[in-house]
């Protein structure tokens, strides 16, 4: 209905001049010019299917008729559409004449004069059908004459009756088709209706009897256009209408799935509450027998003692029937409990769960604390040297000094007493044991150093942090019970680095995996056996070993005095590896490299860790006297900072700085006492997984963190100077391991093992021509020395 209200509102004016019915779909198609001719199609489509309705009419099946209905009667009459060929016509005081276009007319008659249409019941009683009733009952009458002829009189009487079933359907089809037509004028006069409420009605003003036809037609494409706005403005309403109602309808869409997801909740709910009332009414029933039996028992002991000794064999009956009630008395109450086991488990997964997320945001929280007390001291720095003379900033002066004092002051017992005032207070030692605040530093320095630690606090306590623990809390769930595997996913965990509780289970792993083919051909007390042989024997590295255990680690708790825990432990690993490899004995770097795996494994696994690390990951001679490997990775890792920083190589280049000199030893002892605690540990959970290759990784990404610093200096010797402590100012460790494994990218370990091999060729031959010289230095000295004293000899005879 809603297409044919809007197919009869709008205007349908084809170029054919308006035809209709099977002569607009004779006529030919000519391109459209308006930008509505998609409208006036439907308009004239609309127009052909009515032409089609009534089929076998002739003339008149050209012509738009419809039937209104008398008010007082409620008959059909039939209205025939004027003609086009009319200029004018005048309007009937009782006549409503309705435009839609220019080529679409009608006049709706209510005529009381006019001579009402024959009714199909009224047809039916006369002429056609009139006379065939005659016919039917002039044949159907007894047959008065003729009676010689029964033959005939019973075809002719056949034939009446095939006629007469034929002229049935043909009235039934009549009827449908009056019934179907009624139908469509009915909607058409509806939808008629329609329009007339939802717009006022345009009068068309009747074209002067002079006029031309252009401007008759310049005045119906007027009128046109204005109506076409008016319904595109109708339209444009009614679509906005539709589109909030769809809109509404969405909403309560969703309200009634929401209050669908509450009611099966509650229903939930009910059910379980249904489940435990029946449970304890099972309990409570149970029990109940259980104590009428036992009530009824008694009473039958009590009225008859003697026939319970003479019938034994109902009481043991009594007795199995009480034990089967108390069994199933024990079987409800254990589905009860374990009813009531599940919902606590669920309560305190819930439980957890808040507590996390209470957690996290306490974390970040403080966090963000220790940013703000970071900023609040480095505010407190730049402030303590007032630009102003003394005198006039004394006072501002005294409020700086007391502020930095309590900067720097240690926790004491009345800050205890109010830890919201001061929670986050940096402690002397950070968890690795490392020194936060040194005390031997001057007042500056320890303030930088706090700077520094609350930073670093503030950092670990990050939400990517925080990610990290919990993916390893899932991986380390999903292989409980089982070994841990080399993986992908293994390998990206532990490139994002170990929470400090798992790290002591993840290097132990890591470090049986790489000695695994060592451990399985010797003895379970290897390390035993080494100890007592130490103990036993005088060994050469021991008087070294002593005076450097006190110098491994000065700065950590563990390794500080020669009464901490540590140092009986780094004694006997180094005491063990030096039997173990003699021809190395003890080199000045393995004691470091001790000292950190002893801070997370026991001591057996340590020297494990020590013996990975030189006989599996380093090449040989590394930590020879001649330090013939370490001399080689330098090599190669010029050659690799020029490819991977050329711009920082060339700089060195220029300015004749040998970095060598610094990052010998980071190679040498793996970065220890060269970056701070947090990074320090993140590059030995990658280097113990993946070996040396983390090392040229991690040195490449330090000097690509500070690689503008580098070139805005322009002396070699504040280039040097900056070399020597740049490494403790890097304090981001996400960044530095994001240029370290994915900015270095490509990275292979064969590049590193061919330039080894051709480096270490060059380096032999420079080390055989340099033994060469102190050979012959050695030679010519000695010759020296026997010349003077012979010298010597004669002035004293002289």
Not at 498 to 505: A, G, K, L, Y
Not at 522 to 527: C, E, N, Q, V, W
Not at 572 to 587: E, K
Not at 648 to 668: C, G, M, P, R
Request: charge should be negative.
């Amino acid at each position: 209905m809603e297409k044919v209200r809007s197919d009869f509102a709008m205007e349908t004016e084809t170029d054919g001049g308006g035809m209709v019915g099977i002569q607009s779909a004779r006529g030919p198609s000519a391109a459209s010019t308006n930008p509505l001719n998609s409208l006036k199609n439907i308009g004239t489509e609309l127009r052909n299917s009515m032409s089609y309705l009534r089929q076998g009419r002739g003339v008149e099946s050209r012509r738009s008729v419809f039937y209104t209905s008398n008010n007082s009667t409620e008959e059909w009459e039939l209205v025939d559409a004027p003609p086009k060929d009319f200029p004018e016509q005048k309007h009937h005081p009782d006549t409503h004449r309705h435009s839609f276009g220019s080529a679409f007319t009608f006049d709706f008659v209510r005529n009381s004069a006019r001579p009402k249409r024959p009714l199909l019941r009224d047809m039916m009683g006369s002429g056609r059908f009139g006379r065939s009733a005659e016919t039917r009952s002039a044949e159907s009458s007894p047959v008065e004459c003729n009676g010689s002829k029964p033959l005939e009189m019973q075809l002719r009487l056949q034939s009446q009756q095939e006629e007469l079933s034929r002229m049935q359907q043909e009235q039934a089809k009549l009827r449908e088709q009056l019934a179907s037509q009624k139908e469509l004028v009915r909607l058409l006069q509806q939808t008629l209706r329609t329009s007339q409420c939802d717009r006022p009605t345009v009068q068309r003003p009747a074209p002067a009897p002079d006029s031309s036809p252009a401007s008759d037609q310049a005045q119906v494409q007027v009128v046109t256009q204005e109506e076409i706005t008016q319904l595109e403005t109708l339209l444009q309403e009614r679509d906005g209408q539709i589109q909030s109602l769809c809109g509404h309808m969405e909403r309560l869409a969703l309200e009634k799935d929401s209050l669908q997801q509450e009611l099966k909740g509650l229903k939930i709910k009910v059910g379980e509450i249904n489940d435990q009332l029946g449970m304890l009414m099972e309990t409570i029933q149970a029990k109940d027998e259980v104590i009428i039996k036992l009530s009824q028992q008694s009473s039958e002991q009590s009225g008859n003692p003697n026939d319970a000794s003479s019938l034994p064999p109902n009481k043991e009956q009594q007795e199995l029937d009480i034990l089967k009630d108390s069994l199933q008395g024990y079987k409800s109450q254990n589905k009860f409990l374990n009813k009531e086991i599940l919902e606590l488990t669920v309560l305190r997964r819930n439980a957890e769960s808040r507590e996390k997320a209470l957690e996290a945001k306490y974390t970040a929280l403080e966090a963000k604390l220790c940013q703000v007390e970071s900023k609040y001291l480095v505010l407190l720095q730049e402030v303590k040297t007032p630009v102003c003379s003394s005198s006039e900033q004394s006072p501002a002066r005294e409020v700086i000094s007391r502020l930095l004092e309590d900067a720097l002051q240690a926790e004491g017992p009345d800050q205890q007493e109010h830890p919201i005032f001061k929670p986050n207070t940096v402690s002397e030692y950070d968890v690795y044991g490392f020194k936060t605040v040194p005390e031997e530093e001057e007042e500056e320095e320890k303030l930088v150093a706090k700077v520094r630690a609350l930073e670093l606090k503030s950092l670990s306590m990050t939400n990517q942090e925080v990610s990290v623990g919990v993916k390893w809390e899932n991986y380390l769930a999903s292989t409980m019970n089982r070994d841990l595997v080399r993986s992908p996913e293994l390998k990206a965990l532990i490139r994002c680095g170990v929470p400090h509780e798992h790290r002591s289970q993840v290097w132990r792993w890591c470090v049986s995996f790489h000695v695994k083919k060592f451990r399985d051909h010797l003895a379970p007390d290897y390390y035993e056996t080494l100890l007592n042989v130490a103990r036993e024997k005088p060994n050469p590295a021991s008087k070294q070993i002593e005076l450097d255990l006190l110098r491994t680690l000065p700065n950590n708790k563990h390794y500080a005095s020669p009464s901490a825990g540590g140092i009986q432990k780094l004694r006997n690993v180094l005491m063990a590896f030096s039997w173990r490899n003699p021809d190395i004995g003890y080199c000045q770097g393995l004691n470091r490299l001790a000292a950190i795996a002893l801070l997370y494994l026991d001591q057996e696994d340590a020297f494990w860790s020590l013996i990975a690390i030189v006989e599996v990951f380093m090449p040989r001679d590394y930590y020879t006297k001649t330090l013939l490997g370490s001399q080689v990775d330098q090599r190669v890792f010029k050659d690799l900072m020029s490819e991977k920083l050329p711009r920082l190589h060339a700089h060195f280049e220029q300015y004749k700085v040998d970095f060598s000199l610094i990052t010998f030893n980071w190679f040498l002892v793996v970065f220890v006492d060269s970056v701070v605690s947090d990074i320090l540990f993140k590059i030995w959970d990658a280097f113990l997984y993946e070996g040396p290759k983390i090392i040229f990784r991690f040195a490449l990404a330090l000097f690509k963190y500070k690689e503008e610093e580098f070139l805005k200096l322009q002396d070699s010797t504040a280039i040097f100077k900056y070399l020597r402590y740049f490494t403790s100012t890097i304090l981001d460790s996400r960044k530095l391991m994001s240029i370290a494994f994915v900015d270095m990218n490509p990275f292979p370990l064969r590049q590193i093992q061919n330039r080894r091999s051709f480096h270490l060729e060059k380096v032999r031959l420079e080390l055989t021509e340099l033994e060469a010289i102190r050979q012959t230095f050695l030679r010519e000295r000695e010759t020296s020395q026997d010349g003077r004293s012979f010298v010597s000899d004669d002035e004293e005879d002289n």
